[in-house]
């Protein structure tokens, strides 16, 4: 799939409402795909991607179709390479350096963090989950690299989430042990998190 110029995402409350604009989205304008479906907490989401013209026209209709159904929205004219990979599945191997974990209310503000912090500072962007099992509806985010960039990134994140009145949660874990990291690397959903042997005492 080639890569499309812009994105938007948008949460709705309840899935009939969910299901009813994002038919609206597609009929609005010729986007270049789609990916929908319901999250956890009973909430439907949908990603398109497409020319900006065409992503901003279909997101202004489902908004208007929706109304009070849409929980939180998000266009990226421009998205980070990184970001628009994460958001289509990707996954990067965690490295060495300083880790960072944000965790918000919602889908669009943990993208919007992930665009800040990519865009702002040299980070990596190990992980982005997008309120799958297990999250009852939050977004979360993971971020590595030299702790003085780390700072700057949850720095630049909370800024804007305090601007924009988000509810945002997070922590720096400097330097994090090596059975954490690789855990993190792996994914943070428990159900497919691999058992690691340790030099324990088991006596």
């Known amino acids: 799939m080639k890569k499309a110029p812009a994105l938007a995402v948008i949460e709705f409350r309840d899935i009939p409402a969910g299901i009813d604009a994002t038919d609206a989205m597609l009929k609005k304008a010729p986007i270049a795909f789609v990916k929908s479906g319901t999250i956890t907490r009973g909430r439907f989401l949908t990603l398109i ?7 901003e026209e279909s997101l202004r209709e489902a908004r208007l179709r929706a109304g009070d159904d849409v929980i939180d929205h998000l266009l990226l004219a421009d998205v980070h390479p990184r970001v628009y990979d994460a958001i289509l599945g ?3 191997a965690a490295g060495t350096g300083a ?5 918000t209310d919602t889908v669009a503000a943990s993208v919007r963090a992930a665009e800040l912090a990519l865009k702002g500072t040299p980070v990596e962007l190990v992980e982005l989950r997008l309120a799958d099992s297990g999250l009852s509806g939050k977004g979360l985010s993971i971020y590595q690299g030299d702790l003085p960039d780390i700072e700057a990134a949850v720095d630049i994140v909370l800024g804007y989430m305090r601007d924009a009145g988000g509810d945002v949660r997070h922590t720096i874990i400097s330097s994090p042990h090596d059975a954490l990291a690789r855990q993190l690397g792996s994914g943070t959903s428990f159900a497919s ?7 324990g005492e088991i006596v």
């Open 49 to 55: 991607g497409g020319s900006t013209a065409a992503v």
């Open 90 to 92: 990707g996954r990067r």
């Open 99 to 103: 880790i960072a974990v944000i965790e």
């Open 193 to 199: 998190a691999a058992l690691l042997d340790l030099d």
